[in-house]
């Protein structure tokens, strides 16, 4: 994106996040409404995820957070109609669609079980088509390895975010750094790739030659 080299793409995105509340999530949408001036977030909150706290933390201006419309499930039939209605409101305009935590109401003790499946196939597949359809990214999350695979078998594309001794970074899952840089509480500690890619190369000068080249030295013949 536009300060840490983050762009989600059309499509079902599944991230893989260290615990329910991780606040990528909130900086991966923040950073792509910046980018997107005027564009429409859709968020389909799950386990109380979307703090508003983390929101402006890590939205650059209050401004950006004008187009991020929350709404919050509690159940598992909450939360499927949550997707349909965003189906219904989704358009052109729309920049990013995110559902943190998406399986996890589904496992709850109050769904039987044979429509747990069948409700969490149908949410499934319906925020997978809705990314293709809009070419819109679609960025799913989840905590539990198990889930994950699940999700995985509809996405096209597959993150992680990885806890280090330096921050959290996002990885694919060759392991692969998405990220030239990790996130360390509220601040990006940036690595020299990073800069790399911001201020681009030079080629190693020679100092007399560049100081010949700016009238620095006196030539005598």
Same mark, same amino acid.
């Given at each position: 994106?536009?300060?840490?080299?983050?762009?989600?793409?059309?499509?079902?995105?599944?991230?893989?996040?260290?615990?329910?509340?991780?606040?990528?999530?909130?900086? @991966?949408?923040?950073?792509?409404?910046?980018?997107?001036?005027?564009? %429409? +977030?859709?968020?389909? #909150? !799950?386990?109380?995820? /979307? &703090?508003?706290?983390?929101?402006?933390?890590?939205?650059?201006?209050?401004?950006?957070?004008?187009?991020?419309?929350?709404?919050?499930?509690?159940?598992?039939?909450?939360?499927?109609?949550?997707?349909?209605?965003?189906?219904?409101?989704?358009?052109?305009?729309?920049?990013?669609?995110?559902?943190?935590?998406?399986?996890?109401?589904?496992?709850?003790?109050?769904?039987?079980?044979?429509?747990?499946?069948?409700?969490?196939?149908?949410?499934?597949?319906?925020?997978?088509? @809705?990314?293709?359809?809009?070419?819109?990214?679609?960025?799913?999350? %989840? +905590?539990?390895?198990? #889930? !994950?695979?699940?999700? /995985? &078998?509809?996405?096209?594309?597959?993150?992680?975010?990885?806890?280090?001794?330096?921050?959290?970074?996002?990885?694919?899952?060759?392991?692969?750094?998405?990220?030239?840089?990790?996130?360390?509480?509220?601040?990006?500690?940036?690595?020299?790739?990073?800069?790399?890619?911001?201020?681009?190369?030079?080629?190693?000068?020679?100092?007399?030659?560049?100081?010949?080249?700016?009238?620095?030295?006196?030539?005598?013949?």
């Amino acid at each position: 994106m536009h300060d840490h080299g983050i762009d989600l793409e059309p499509g079902l995105t599944l991230l893989e996040v260290p615990s329910p509340r991780s606040t990528i999530v909130h900086r @991966l949408v923040c950073d792509r409404l910046a980018a997107d001036s005027g564009g %429409t +977030a859709y968020w389909i #909150d !799950a386990r109380n995820a /979307a &703090a508003t706290h983390a929101l402006y933390d890590c939205a650059s201006s209050p401004r950006v957070l004008e187009g991020l419309q929350i709404a919050r499930a509690f159940t598992a039939y909450q939360h499927h109609s949550l997707v349909r209605e965003v189906v219904r409101r989704a358009g052109p305009r729309t920049s990013v669609i995110v559902a943190p935590n998406a399986t996890s109401l589904y496992h709850d003790a109050d769904l039987p079980e044979w429509e747990r499946e069948d409700l969490l196939a149908a949410t499934r597949e319906t925020l997978a088509e @809705l990314g293709r359809a809009l070419e819109v990214p679609v960025l799913v999350t %989840t +905590a539990d390895a198990d #889930d !994950a695979e699940y999700l /995985a &078998a509809v996405a096209d594309d597959e993150l992680a975010c990885v806890r280090t001794r330096e921050g959290r970074r996002l990885e694919r899952q060759d392991g692969e750094a998405v990220t030239a840089g990790y996130w360390h509480g509220r601040y990006w500690q940036t690595t020299i790739p990073y800069w790399a890619d911001v201020c681009g190369t030079v080629d190693a000068i020679d100092p007399v030659v560049a100081a010949h080249d700016e009238d620095l030295l006196e030539v005598t013949v």
